[in-house]
Nanobody, 120 residues
Framework: QVQLVESGGGLVQPGGSLRLSCAAS????????MGWYRQAPGKQRELVAS???????KYADSVKGRFTISRDNAKNTAYLQMNSLKPEDTAVYYC??????????????WGQGTQVTVSS
């Protein structure tokens, strides 16, 4: 079993930046990828960014060039640096750790979620 603890998030003005962190513990040998999904009110949860153990990142088209995902394998922690934030980035962001299959993180564990609000 993998446990995830998220931190970061909050309220920021359009054009601002935020950084999310996700620390994994437990049976981390069972995962090969970490990432963030987000869910806005009335919308389906979508994968925003993922990164493999080897460090290969992947991004949704909507965040390319603005968000950067990274990981520190020694700390079993992933980071999502979000720049040039837009109101449409407002959502609850959920960290997930599992197996990257077909472009999605399958199985694994969800973090508790953190609210990101972009508003003036």
């Amino acid at each position: 079993q993998v446990q995830l603890v998220e931190s970061g998030g909050g309220l920021v003005q359009p054009g601002g930046s935020l950084r999310l962190s996700c620390a994994a513990s437990g049976s981390t040998f069972s995962i090969n990828a970490m990432g963030w999904y987000r869910q806005a009110p009335g919308k389906q949860r979508e994968l925003v960014a993922s990164i493999t153990i080897g460090g290969t990142p992947k991004y949704a088209d909507s965040v390319k060039g603005r968000f950067t995902i990274s990981r520190d394998n020694a700390k079993n922690t992933a980071y999502l640096q979000m720049n040039s934030l837009k109101p449409e980035d407002t959502a609850v962001y959920y960290c997930k750790a599992g197996l990257l299959v077909g472009g999605e993180i399958r199985g694994g564990t969800w973090g508790q979620g953190t609210q990101v609000t972009v508003s003036s």
